[in-house]
């Protein structure tokens, strides 16, 4: 079993920057993909970024250029630096994982962008 945990969710003005943590824990054994998804009511959630294992990553164009996913293998941990943050980046965050074939997801945390 995989428990995801994010932090470092908040409130920042536009413009501003936040860094994202997710911490895997439990009996894992070399993750594989990880990354992030938001979401806001009413809406899907869509996909902001991910990473592999060997550290490839993808963005999606809204935040390509803006944000910056890494992770530490050693940890378990993936990370996402959101910097010139937009009102529309207001969401809840979330990470996941991909571990044996199975996807994993944390709880979500908020991020408001507003002055």
């Known amino acids: 079993q995989v428990q995801l945990v994010e932090s470092g969710g908040g409130l920042v003005q536009p413009g501003g920057s936040l860094r994202l943590s997710c911490a895997a824990s439990?009996?894992?054994?070399?993750?594989?993909?990880m990354g992030w998804n938001r979401q806001t009511p009413g809406k899907l959630r869509e996909f902001v970024a991910s990473i592999t294992s060997g550290g490839s990553t993808n963005y999606s164009g809204s935040v390509k250029g803006r944000f910056t996913i890494s992770r530490d293998n050693a940890r378990n941990s993936v990370y996402l630096q959101m910097n010139s943050l937009k009102p529309e980046d207001t969401a809840v965050y979330y990470c996941y994982a991909y571990y044996r074939g199975n996807i994993h997801w944390g709880q979500g945390t908020q991020v408001t962008v507003s002055s």
């Open positions: 439990g009996s894992i054994f070399s993750i594989g993909t």
